[in-house]
């Protein structure tokens, strides 16, 4: 979404109860996960954002193979320049560097940064070290050394490597810009992500099913505020999202029955902002929960689904005055 929406910083008690009872009483389980045979680490170039400067550069594994590597927070001309290469600048950019180095935004310009960029390396687990040679430096990463939770610093603190999760792309390689995501883990283990992208002045909202291809949900353009995604007691995957037409903002949804995606529904009707939504999957049912307003006031709001009679009515269940906890997470 690119219009101006003003930033909600604390949320009703309502919002953080409901979602920890329906965790608590229903919780999921999740597909155990295969031994990995690779290792994934980030490597940030510039962290001590001192001075722009170029990091182009390349790395050579022994002991093992290299099986990839994928951008980190690439701007402008930053690439992969080959199967072990790279060309990156450290820049000065409109950033904000949170959440290490967080600056007002309050009443000023938007702040001018030097911007950390850096790549995911993923080699065989077999791999001994990893030898980098880069425009300022060269340095070697110990396999050994790389444990989940630790910090490796090279060139006088201005490298940091850590080893992270492996790296899977979600998004199409397009030229738009996926943003917001939500992810869903079905009662089978199957993970479901649902994002929205932006290009040239308009927004759509894609899913994507594990194992499988993005597919767009949206067939026109749209001014559009985050997604939500969720599994039914059915087994139904539901896809939530707040688009504006003309002055209001109202929820719509595209359902997912194993076989085809529904047509998209409408589940507000009202001519107010109704953003910050969030599915909550439980035995019962499916619950949705938002922010609202009347009057110039928010509140928070909640309506069921069921399969036999699909969306309930929405009812005020907290407020005035709602606010919305940033990453707050159900």
Known sequence: MRSVILALLSVCAAILTLAICHQLQHPKSVAAQPVADAITLRVVFGYQRTAVKTYNGSLHVTGGMLRGIEPWRFLQDDAIAGPNSWKLQIRRVTFENQPDAPQSMAGGPFPQNIVPVGIFVTVDSTASSIDFQTSQGNFSVRVADLLYGRELWFLDHDVQVARVPAVLRISPKNGEEHDFPSIAV?????????????????????????GGDPVRLTADKGDIFRTSVAEDPEGRIHVVWSERFGEAWNLYERVFDGRDWSARAQITRTDAPNIYHKLIAGSGGLDLIWIGHEGGESYLYLASYTRSGGWSQSQRIGGPKVRQVIGLAV
Request: zero cysteines.
């Open 186 to 210: 079905t009662h089978s283990g199957e993970v479901w992500t649902a994002w929205q992208a932006y290009q040239e002045r308009g927004d759509h909202v894609y899913v994507r099913r594990q």
